[in-house]
T-cell receptor, first 112, second 117 residues
Framework: AQSVTQPDIHITVSEGASLELRCNYS??????LFWYVQSPGQGLQLLLK??????LVQGIKGFEAEFKRSQSSFNLRKPSVHWSDAAEYFC??????????FGTGTLLAVQP | GAVVSQHPSRVICKSGTSVKIECRSL??????MFWYRQFPKKSLMLMAT?????????EQGVEKDKFLINHASLTLSTLTVTSAHPEDSSFYIC?????????????FGPGTRLTVT
């Protein structure tokens, strides 16, 4: 079935460590790809998006993501995690039209 | 800019009653708004697409008579959960796409936690 997959339900990293959150999609054509962050009690905030062009995308809050067509992946990275980055992260795709399809999310915990 | 609000943020209602959730785009007009439902530890599932001045388009499996959507203005969409039951308890999130903007842009509200007792 066509979908967006986030293999890691929960990840814990130490503050200052690097972070990579995985996302894979299974659509025939490359969809538009997004990463959102959801903090407790808050709505989703767009971190970055990929439509076409340069496969390394820079976003807000120091995040970046790399689109790899060969792996059908769009992994989110940050070189140095801050305690305020603790939140839930959702990968999403628009395969056609304007309907966003979300992955199941990855909950990030940051240890001091 | 591009702020979307939801009201209420949290509501508790008794089984059998109806509850209305509002979604407002505060600083832009939105011809299209979306309603999502988020179950605990699950992803967001699109319930319906709301277009100003026309009937909403519901996703497969979503009861349109139970989840009434009204998009009467370019800044307001409402979701009414009718005859609510405990299984309707969930986190409901709306998003809005700016009129004339990129149709792939969605700005999300903070969500409404509905608890049906």
């Amino acid at each position: 079935a066509q979908s967006v997959t986030q293999p890691d339900i929960h990840i814990t990293v130490s503050e200052g460590a690097s972070l990579e959150l995985r996302c894979n999609y299974s659509y025939g054509a490359t969809p538009y790809l997004f990463w959102y962050v959801q903090s407790p009690g808050q709505g989703l905030q767009l971190l970055l998006k990929y439509f076409s062009g340069d496969t390394l995308v820079q976003g807000i809050k120091g995040f970046e993501a790399e689109f790899k067509r060969s792996q059908s992946s769009f992994n989110l990275r940050k070189p140095s995690v801050h305690w305020s980055d603790a939140a839930e992260y959702f990968c999403a795709a628009i395969p056609r039209g304007n309907k966003l399809i979300f992955g199941t999310g990855t909950l990030l915990a940051v240890q001091p | 800019g591009a702020v979307v609000s939801q009201h209420p943020s949290r509501v508790i209602c008794k089984s059998g009653t109806s509850v209305k959730i509002e979604c407002r785009s505060l600083d832009f007009q939105a011809t299209t708004m979306f309603w999502y439902r988020q179950f605990p530890k699950k992803s967001l599932m699109l319930m319906a697409t709301s277009n100003e001045g026309s009937k909403a388009t519901y996703e497969q499996g979503v009861e349109k008579d139970k989840f009434l959507i009204n998009h009467a203005s370019l800044t307001l969409s409402t979701l009414t959960v009718t005859s609510a039951h405990p299984e309707d308890s969930s986190f409901y999130i709306c998003s809005a796409t700016p009129t004339g903007g990129n149709s792939y842009e969605q700005y999300f509200g903070p969500g409404t936690r509905l608890t049906v007792t």
